[in-house]
């Protein structure tokens, strides 16, 4: 527990038990028959400021441990400009002839809509809080995780991932209280071309003595599950 939480809670735990006491000298008091009713409400009275006091006290503090935390981790939404650079992500057709051709229909560009956990390990130390020049670039340093949500391509126009999860990890630099911009290193799902099959571009595929006429990337036999490494330069909001 860090020195402001330490102290949000001792506060905490003294509105408590003033509260508490207030509360129990009031209902201690006997009163005389003749000022019952005066004294019933005044005792009413007292324990409704006492647990006001209290519920204000517990407001406060949760907003000053809230506002506390919100510099250090917080979530956001990132739109990013995602490229793909190895050379699994080619694509692949099959010839009227059955020869295996090259296709450059796909795009290893895209735009993407993330989740992201960001951490500003920096920002709270005490020693930078009173420097300048370089040391206020490394206050602002953030670290980022990400996991895609959507993205938008011109081969597979919007799509969201509901099957693989894909996402990464990165670094940026705070431009205000709840915007970054960062760049992220990421693994990305694709169904890859086996390789017995890739190292035969402008021959014919025979799987079986049968040509083929078609690439079904459903068939385990000529298609394997793949990550491919992206490189993403993101923009985050910052909640």
Not at 40 to 63: A, H, P, V
Not at 81 to 106: A, N, Q
Not at 133 to 161: H, P, Q, T
Not at 176 to 183: I, N
């Amino acid at each position: 527990m860090n020195k402001n939480a330490l102290i949000y809670f001792l506060l905490l735990l003294f509105s408590v038990v003033s509260a508490g006491d207030a509360i129990a000298q009031n209902g201690n008091q006997v009163p005389s028959d003749s000022t019952d009713a005066a004294t019933d409400s005044t005792k009413i009275e007292s324990i409704e400021q006492g647990m006001e006091e209290m519920l204000n006290n517990i407001e406060s503090i949760r907003n000053a441990i809230e506002q506390n935390e919100k510099s250090t981790i917080r979530f956001g939404l990132s739109i990013a400009h995602r490229y793909i650079w190895e050379s699994d992500y080619e694509d692949y057709y099959i010839s009227v002839d059955s020869t295996l051709l090259y296709s450059d229909s796909k795009d290893s560009r895209a735009i993407t809509l993330s989740g992201v956990v960001s951490v500003t390990p920096f920002k709270k130390l005490s020693f930078f809080q009173t420097k300048s020049g370089l040391y206020n670039v490394i206050k602002n340093i953030v670290f980022l995780a990400n996991i895609n949500l959507a993205d938008f391509s011109s081969e597979e126009r919007l799509g969201f991932f509901n099957k693989n999860i894909e996402g990464g990890v990165g670094m940026g630099i705070q431009i205000s209280d709840d915007f970054s911009v960062g760049l992220t290193l990421e693994r990305v799902f694709n169904r890859a071309l086996r390789s017995n099959y890739r190292n035969h571009i402008g021959e014919p595929i025979v799987v079986n003595g049968t040509p083929l006429t078609i690439l079904d990337k459903t068939d385990e036999g000529l298609f394997r599950d793949d990550n491919v490494s992206a490189l993403a330069m993101r923009f985050t909001y910052h909640f």
